[in-house]
């Protein structure tokens, strides 16, 4: 069994915001909600300073705070290694929300649950890839198998040795980032 | 992206679970303790248990969302033994019954209050436990929450635990007040009571203050938030000098004038303490800041 993951290139990001207009068509989410952002950094001084852009998602954390607070079990790991919301048993407690260290998870208030990324997995299970990776111009994210040493992911995590957002939190997330 | 997703109704559940676990904890340590000193102490605490702790759920209730307007999902929430939540829900679903009965075997009220009066002291047993349980969990569930440095610490429980015995204490006594103005004469045994959970409270407040601004970039900007920031006015006026420092003060001239203070004063002093604890459950849970990511 694959454990999907994504290696995210912030030095190839130009911040056009179109993984995010993917993302809500894919998922049919309105204007106002998203299952990905784009976050800003400026660094450095003038004359010698820049900006980055780093695309931020649920990390589908191996050890997922959101998976162990939520009181009803509706939060789960696929065998693939995505984390998942059972639509079913979500009761909107947003305990969740509170515990992800990274702020991904949204509410969606026609169902009354929280919704997050989930990458793809109708896409995925089909062999397919999330539709923020293929949509974007710049090809900053690299989709596939983190155990398979000879995938373009693990190839990439490996040559620029990407680590994930914040690894101090202890969360082991799923997304890596090569940083500029 | 979302800062934080709880609000105003989370903050009143905080409140008044704190509030109800300890007035039970009063009515409980009076009637145990000192039954001469005030019965009426006893039984305005063990009447205003069930029905805060209540509406403190029902304010938690009607924060879920799916939960809410399908109400059978519910019975989902005891699902994960390692979610505060699951604990929360068991804890509440026992106290609040357990509350219930105490109140009406202490005051005999009804049949089965006249016939639960028969196992008060396992009443009081079970439920004082109950509601250290309550007042306790209150703070661990935002204490457990690594998404927000400033409440991830075991400051938290201890703060809730405090400000709980103390609010509880307060409503104890508004309410014996309400049952019998004359009894107030007799509240400056209990005055003793503040000073010791406002002296708590005050000094674990100042610990997680003066921790947090040491502790992370996310923690410290919490605790700046809270002492020179944008909540800054609130946290001074309502927590520090209306929570602590005029109950405390008050509190400690009701123990050496013994039954001498004016009631107006007496009763103004608790209400101090209420304030207090709400304002500090509201900028806890608002002045969370999440962890810098990028």
Redesign the interface.
């Given at each position: 069994m694959p454990h999907y993951g994504i290696a995210i290139d912030t030095t190839k990001c130009i911040g056009c915001h179109s993984c995010r207009v993917a993302c809500q068509n894919q998922q049919g989410l309105k204007y106002d909600q998203s299952f990905n952002?784009i976050?800003e950094?400026e660094q450095g001084r003038f004359p010698a300073f820049g900006k980055?852009f780093?695309p931020?998602q649920c990390n589908h954390c191996q050890d997922a705070?959101c998976q162990?607070?939520?009181?009803?079990?509706?939060i789960y790991t696929s065998p693939e290694g995505i984390v998942l919301v059972h639509r079913?048993?979500?009761?909107?407690?947003?305990?969740c929300?509170?515990?992800?260290?990274?702020?991904?998870?949204?509410?969606d208030?026609h169902?009354?649950?929280v919704v997050k990324c989930w990458l793809c997995h109708d896409l995925v299970a089909k062999g397919g890839e999330p539709a923020c990776v293929t949509t974007c111009p710049t090809q900053v994210r690299i989709f596939g198998d983190l155990d398979d040493p000879n995938s373009r992911v693990s190839q990439f995590i490996a040559k620029h040795r990407a680590q994930p957002?914040?690894p101090d939190?202890n969360t082991r997330p799923r997304i890596y980032y090569k940083r500029s | 992206?979302?800062?934080?997703?709880?609000g105003w109704l989370i903050v009143t559940y905080l409140f008044l679970a704190g509030a109800g676990a300890g007035a039970f904890v009063s009515a409980v340590a009076c009637d145990l303790l000192a039954p001469d000193w005030s019965k009426t102490l006893a039984r305005a605490g063990s009447l205003a248990a069930g029905p805060l702790v209540a509406v403190g759920t029902a304010c938690l209730v009607l924060?879920?969302?799916?939960?809410?307007?399908?109400p059978w999902?519910?019975f989902?929430?005891?699902?994960?033994l390692?979610?505060?939540?699951?604990w929360?829900?068991i804890i509440l679903s026992l106290f609040i019954p357990v509350a219930f009965l105490y109140a009406a075997a202490l005051n005999e009220l009804t049949v089965v209050g006249r016939y639960a009066r028969k196992y008060l002291r396992h009443l009081e047993v079970v439920g004082g436990f109950l509601a250290v349980a309550t007042a306790g969990y209150t703070g661990v569930l935002?204490a457990?929450?690594?998404?927000?440095p400033f409440w991830n610490t075991p400051a938290m429980p201890v703060l809730f635990m405090a400000s709980a015995m103390s609010t509880g204490l307060a409503v104890a006594m508004i309410g014996a007040a309400i049952i019998d103005i004359t009894t107030i004469r007799t509240m400056s045994s209990f005055a003793l009571g503040h000073v010791i959970f406002l002296s708590v409270e005050g000094l674990v407040l100042m610990l997680l203050i003066f921790l947090s601004l040491t502790r992370s970039v996310e923690a410290a900007a919490s605790a700046t938030m809270l002492i020179s920031g944008s909540l800054s006015p609130y946290f001074w006026a309502l927590v520090v000098i209306v929570g602590i420092v005029v109950p405390y003060v008050l509190s400690i001239v009701e123990y050496y004038e013994y039954g001498k203070m004016h009631k107006a004063l007496v009763v103004g002093a608790d209400l101090c303490v209420l304030v207090g604890g709400m304002s500090l459950r509201a900028l806890i849970v608002f002045s969370?800041v999440?962890?810098h990511?990028?």
């Open positions: 952002w976050k950094r980055e780093v931020v705070p162990s607070v939520c009181p009803t079990g509706a079913e048993r979500c009761v909107g407690c947003k305990y929300i509170e515990a992800c260290p990274y702020k991904v998870r949204i509410v208030h169902e009354g649950i957002l914040r939190l | 992206m979302p800062e934080s997703a709880w924060d879920l969302e799916a939960g809410l307007w399908q999902r519910q989902y929430l005891v699902s994960n390692s979610s505060m939540i699951t929360g829900v935002i457990v929450v690594n998404g927000v969370g999440a962890p990511i990028v």
